[in-house]
């Protein structure tokens, strides 16, 4: 009953969070002083427009119906499952996330893995090496990371391994000139490796100075001290009583993580032209677009409780305290 009762406080939470990014999001769109179909009809165009094609182009897209209205008539729409029409990209709005959904989870599941394996492995050798050269490295690596934005991070990527190296695609995320059906495997892989790179540079910090703390405290315990007079070796040690220590701490923290993978690949997406979830964002907020800028908050919010809701439950199965005492931590 008391399981019962948990998960319907989660879903009346979760439906509370998807009305206020929503709502946020239309009154964003509305502060904002960019006249959204102005901006999407061009300058020029509207400029030698008749104020009666004005008026009826405001009335089609609704924007000279006052906020409450236009978010109340959108948000009936969206409960029977339609978000509207994209001003920006003159298609509906489920059609546009459905066709950069893919891509950004691609882009969003190569960096959140691969930053986990990396950030584990970093901070498990840097605890069991206490204070060696590697300890001292991984450390200046991670601190420096966690001050390092990661859009010009992403552009020293794009600098280097694109133009310089040439071993990436300098953007998007099939090659040029190319119909889809002939886009292969490989292509997708290639275009997608280096925003994920950096996404996934970016994302090691936490996870490897989390393992790091961590791994120093199982390397200090009793049972370690006594594996250590039997003869074990420290990567040994690390092995077998790290790993089963460590683990379900790191991925609950990995999952608890995806909110600022889902935040960074935003930027990468920008920079590198890269048509996701992300880059519709930037788009929908620079053109007006409320319907898509709400859809993509709605989506956002879902991704990031899912994530959530998971590092809640690893919570209670690294502690069972939690789940019998009903607490639900937040990250």
Known sequence: MMRLRSVLVQLARVASLMLAVSFIAFALVSASPVDPVQANVGQAAWATMDEAKRVQLLSYWGADAPLPERYASWLA????????????????????????????????????????????????????????????IVKGYCYLLASTPVFWLGLVFLVVFAVGLGWFPAGFSVPIGVAAQDVTFADACRHVALPALTLSVAGVANIALHTRE?????????????????????????????????????LTLQFASISEIFGGSVLVEEVFSYPGLGQAAVTAGLGGDAALLAAIAIVASALVFGGNLIANVLYGVVDPRIARAGVVAHG
């Open 77 to 136: 729409s969206a409960l029977q499952g339609d978000f509207g029409m994209s001003l920006r990209f003159n298609a509906p709005v489920v059609d546009v996330i459905a066709q950069r959904a893919a891509n950004s989870l691609a882009l969003l599941s190569i960096a959140w893995v691969a930053s986990g394996v990396l950030g584990f492995a970093l901070g498990l050798f840097a605890g069991a090496y206490r204070d060696s050269w590697f300890d001292r």
């Open 214 to 250: 961590k791994t120093i405290d199982v390397m200090e315990s009793d049972y370690v001290t006594f594996a250590r007079t039997r003869g074990e070796s420290t990567l040994g040690i690390a092995f077998r009583h790290g790993l089963r220590n460590l683990a379900l701490p790191a």
